[in-house]
Nanobody, 127 residues
Framework: QVQLKESGPGLVKPSQTLSLTCTVS??????????WTWIRQPPGKGLEWMGV???????VYSPSLSSRTSISRDNAKNTAYLQMDSLKSGDTAVYYC???????????????????WGKGTLVTVSS
């Protein structure tokens, strides 16, 4: 029933900012205990965890991305967001959002143990 969908620009120029939106349909999962996470997969590489936002609004980011990544959510709109600054060619990837309607620990979020996953959206960084 519940479906997630990532949306945003498919092409971003180097040094610019990426803003992605994850919307929910078929139900609601942004409860007081919900957990949201973002993951990406560069071409030919494995999944890379980016960060997580917990039920209380606190966030944890991958150390390699923490300085330029921000995750937020709007419970009223049943929506989560990803913002990444200073994009470079190495940021080209398929970006996924994933979520759980219950509280999940950091370790679970890091490996994508969520109830729902989006189909992903390809973001290409190029001038």
């Amino acid at each position: 029933q519940v479906q997630l969908k990532e949306s945003g620009p498919g092409l971003v120029k180097p040094s610019q900012t990426l803003s992605l939106t994850c919307t929910v349909s078929g139900g609601s999962i942004t409860t007081s205990y919900s957990t949201w996470t973002w993951i990406r997969q560069p071409p030919g590489k494995g999944l890379e965890w980016m960060g997580v936002i917990f039920y209380d609004g606190s966030t944890v980011y991958s150390p390699s991305l923490s300085s330029r990544t921000s995750i937020s959510r709007d419970n009223a709109k049943n929506t989560a967001y990803l913002q990444m600054d200073s994009l470079k060619s190495g940021d080209t990837a398929v970006y996924y959002c994933a979520a759980s309607g219950t509280m999940r620990p950091l370790e679970a979020a890091r490996v994508g143990l969520m109830d729902y996953w989006g189909k992903g959206t390809l973001v290409t960084v190029s001038s």
